[in-house]
């Protein structure tokens, strides 16, 4: 959730972030609004995971692709099952503000949002939500987290604008795009990239939020997605910032451990993505039947 990420100890990395991109503009050539330029390249499309992660080896695309792997393996689920509880704590409290009146929200939310915590997470795991107790156990850490830090921000609006409405209050609290579809076939990935979290508002920032461990090339995701964004024909806006966030959990912690990185998507970022991506579209296309 970008707003609930921009605490105090956040704000001047990001405050850096955007004023590096202002002492060194992205070059028009490297948006990807300029894809037509980037060619040739083979008539394919991959998933953004599978160009953004450089180590991946030739013969592991193909089983990919082939859906070789296992899709129901523990850490794939666990993943999809941490994303999916940021949307859906975004949707219920979203919904709630709007269906309800000022004096509901600040006096019903937090206990609302308790409530639902136990059937989402139920619903999120399905059949696993016996079985995996500690992806359950975490679930509940990022809802209570996140919930926390959501109610906080709804407070504090609520004290600095007494006259505020429903509307402005979702307009000021919920600003991103939370799970963002969007079409990035044009850049030669899928037609239906999402993005875990978008800000459009000033510097568009492009969020992916990660539960592994920090690796050197992640910053490929993130500059993967503002060039597809930029090259969609659904888009308009220019996306100068990207940001990963990693979420790791331990067992002893009642909190998830948060860590944020802002990476500022220069040039040189953008063409090591299309690097990548030009070799593992050429990779695709020599194994592809005669």
Known sequence: ??????????????????????????????????????????????????????????????TELRGGYDPKSKERESGRFYHCIFSHLYQESRRFVLQNSRKTVLRDLEGYLESRRENIIRDVMGESYDSWTDVKENLMKIWFYESCLLLSRIYFFCSRYPDWSVTSLVDHVFRFKNEYQFDGSKFHLSENCQIDLYRQDGVNVVIDIKTGRPEEYHYLTVVGYALALESSPQEADKVDLGCIMYVNFVHSDPMPRIKCKFYPLFDSYRQDFIEELKQKLIWVAEDRPK
Not at 21 to 45: C, H, K, Q
């Open 1 to 62: 959730m970008f707003h609930y990420l921009l605490e105090e100890s956040l704000l001047s990395e990001f405050r850096d972030a955007k004023e590096a991109i202002r002492g060194r503009p992205i070059s028009e050539y490297w948006r990807g609004t300029n894809y037509a330029n980037f060619g040739p390249l083979p008539d394919l499309s991959l998933p953004l995971y599978i160009v953004a992660e450089r180590t991946i080896q030739k013969s592991k695309i193909a």
